[in-house]
Nanobody, 116 residues
Framework: QVRLVESGGGLVQTGGSLTLSCAVP????????AEWNRQSPGNQRELVAK???????VYGDSLKGRFTISVDNAKNVVYLKMTSVKPEDPGVYYC??????????WGRGTQVTVSS
């Protein structure tokens, strides 16, 4: 069973930084897209960042400039660098990737908690 594994979540202070990692099975490469989504209690899952093979990254509202998505094809890892973390940023962060045939695969998520 194909599985993505997120890591790097935890407690971060408001204004601080955190980098999330998503280990992707090499068999899924080359990727056509890689995403980070998040879900907080009582809210729908929302797009945080999306990297595609044919265009610039796309970011959710108010996240551009604070979050950065990147893909390391040599290490088979998708990263999300979070900076200037805000009180509204906590939630479970999910990694998703799309392989060449259009199928999406998801991880189980990693929890991010923000303290004031």
């Amino acid at each position: 069973q194909v599985r993505l594994v997120e890591s790097g979540g935890g407690l971060v202070q408001t204004g601080g930084s955190l980098t999330l990692s998503c280990a992707v099975p090499g068999s899924l490469f080359p990727l056509t897209a890689a995403e980070w989504n998040r879900q907080s209690p009582g809210n729908q899952r929302e797009l945080v960042a999306k990297s595609t093979s044919d265009g610039p990254p796309v970011y959710g509202d108010s996240l551009k400039g604070r979050f950065t998505i990147s893909v390391d094809n040599a290490k088979n890892v998708v990263y999300l660098k979070m900076t200037s973390v805000k009180p509204e940023d906590p939630g479970v962060y999910y990694c998703a990737v799309c392989e060449a045939d259009g199928r999406y695969y998801w991880g189980r998520g990693t929890q991010v908690t923000v303290s004031s």
